[in-house]
């Protein structure tokens, strides 16, 4: 029995930009920016993207990838080493300006909430209100209060609110601003689970309602396809990939990007008559591949569907059970691994010989196999001789 292949052509949903089909605005523009804490050394560098007003963007990546620092920098509490910042069409960061962070109206959202403890709810809500008369003050706290459920809880202090409450008490300060662009730093790294996922709507509700711009900071990509309208995933400074979340999953702009926002798999294949041929069948190849050019395939384990068959040599070598799905590790025959997601209630035992059926959403292709994670340095056939079909 041989391994199969087969390409099904799913162009991820163009998203909305912004929300609610208002006309195009760019709210929050970064023009090739770097920032270095040390020099010779940025933090960021070369940074460029747009957000449109009413998007939300989720700035992901690792730890010391330069996520905060551009947050920072959008703030203003980080001078740019070179290029601009833009927020609505103002220039508030250059190498020979930088607007003050209380003259940009940047909302800010800080992982630990940071609110006054002294102060209650009322007037943590109300604390950067000062140039308005009394009477617009309560006003603007109130329907902060009703936006963000928070009505009845005026009167005490943050050390009576649960997690949850306070995040909603640090947001409505931030909103009750009406800022130009809120920002927030890993707004959820506090909660437990069952209080993120609740509060992650509710963000994603209020500001969509108030139509606010939004740059998100975090290192979890569930979170950010959870939330964001665009994603820009950064590592070591610099900026991999800026497109919707769909985009980001299923046609990843480079190998560190389709690793980093989910399990991915790479294996090294051929390119010839319009095919690439790999371990595990073929693939349809991408016009800017000749043929006998030597790729990696990325394949994700929702595309890789296994059944039991003794006619097969490659294995179940692990299972890790996820609750609404089973997580299977099949060592192929070369020794090279890959996985298959399948149902909660398909269960095969660890050392079942399977067949796999791959149906890949888009062939992902990369050049340099030294790049690649978990690739292990296995030899290729000859250009001229494609690898013929493996009986299994």
Not at 15 to 32: I, K, Q, T
Not at 40 to 51: E, K, N, W
Not at 305 to 327: D, K, M, V, Y
Request: contains cysteine; aromatic residues 6%.
């Amino acid at each position: 029995m041989m391994p199969t292949a087969r390409n099904r052509r799913i162009e991820p949903p163009a998203p909305d930009h912004p929300p609610n089909g208002a006309a195009h605005e760019n709210v929050l523009d970064l023009r090739h920016v770097t920032c270095a804490y040390e020099a010779g050394r940025p933090a960021i560098s070369d940074v460029s993207f747009c957000l449109h007003r009413g998007e939300i963007l989720c700035l992901l990546g690792p730890s010391g990838c330069g996520k905060t620092t551009t947050l920072r920098a959008i703030a203003g509490f980080e001078p740019v080493t070179s290029g601009d910042i833009f927020l609505s069409g103002r220039l508030v960061s250059s190498t020979t300006r930088c607007v003050p962070a209380e003259e940009r109206r940047v909302g800010m959202v800080f992982q630990e909430y940071a609110l006054f403890p002294h102060l209650r709810i009322l007037e943590n809500i109300a604390f950067g209100l000062r140039h308005l008369s009394r009477e617009q003050r309560l006003a603007q706290v109130q329907e902060m209060l009703r936006l963000t459920g928070l009505t009845g809880l005026e009167r005490r202090y943050p050390h009576e609110l649960s997690g949850g409450q306070q995040q909603r008490v640090a947001l409505a300060r931030a909103l009750a601003q009406h800022p130009v662009v809120l920002l927030l730093d890993e707004p959820f790294s506090n909660l437990d689970p069952d209080m993120t996922g609740k509060m992650r709507r509710e963000l994603v509700d209020i500001l969509h309602r108030t139509r606010t711009t939004a740059v998100m900071v975090t290192h979890d990509h569930d979170e950010a396809f959870a939330i964001a309208d665009r994603i820009a995933v950064l590592n070591n400074g610099r900026l991999e990939q800026f497109d919707p979340p769909e985009t980001i999953y299923h046609v990843p702009s480079t190998p560190f990007v389709a690793d980093f926002v989910g399990q991915a798999d790479f294996l090294p294949g051929l390119v010839k008559d319009g095919k690439v041929f790999t371990e595990i069948g073929e693939f349809l190849n991408q016009p800017r591949y000749p043929s006998g050019a030597r790729v990696v395939v990325m394949v994700r384990p929702d595309d890789v569907h296994i059944a039991p068959s003794e006619q097969c040599s490659a294995r179940i070598q692990a299972r890790q059970f996820r609750g609404s799905e089973n997580l299977y590790t099949v060592s192929l025959p070369s020794g090279r691994l890959v996985h298959s997601s399948e149902s909660s209630t398909t269960v095969y035992s660890v050392g079942t010989p399977v067949a796999l059926h791959i149906i890949a959403t888009h062939t992902v292709l990369f050049e340099d196999r030294r790049a690649q994670p978990r690739v292990p340095a296995l030899p290729l056939p000859p250009i001229d001789d494609p690898p013929p079909p493996l009986a299994w």
